[in-house]
């Protein structure tokens, strides 16, 4: 069974760090691009941050640019999303996703379940 999941969500206080997971299961994240994305409620799903398979190419949402970090470990399969200086409007679930080498806006074949970040003090 070829799934992502995602973990380290949670509450934290207005200026508190959060650290996300993606990992993988029945298949290797080598090959695969990962997108971060999140969801408010009310509001569309909106791209956070994504990373090539390379591990050199990443790219981030304009809200999170210096404070949000990407990266990547593919000897535990498992790419990771950084969360400093949190603020109330980055409460959402957050969700990972998979697709074939490049990053892109579109085109994910695997999706977490999600994971809810709630800040707020």
């Known amino acids: 069974q070829l799934q992502l999941v995602e973990s380290g969500g949670g509450l934290v206080q207005p200026g508190g760090s959060l650290r996300l997971s993606c990992s993988a299961s029945g298949f290797t994240l080598v090959d695969y691009a990962i997108g971060w994305f999140r969801q408010a409620p009310g509001k569309e799903r909106e791209g956070v941050s994504c990373?090539?398979?390379?591990?050199?190419?990443?790219n981030y949402a304009d809200s999170v640019k210096g404070r949000f970090t990407i990266s990547r470990d593919n000897a535990k399969n498992t790419v990771y999303l950084q969360m400093n200086s949190l603020k109330p409007e980055d409460t959402a679930v957050y969700y990972c996703a998979a697709r074939k080498y490049y990053c892109s806006p579109y085109n994910y074949n695997y999706w977490g379940q999600g994971t809810q970040v709630t800040v707020s003090s």
């Open positions: 990373i090539d398979s390379s591990g050199y190419i990443t």
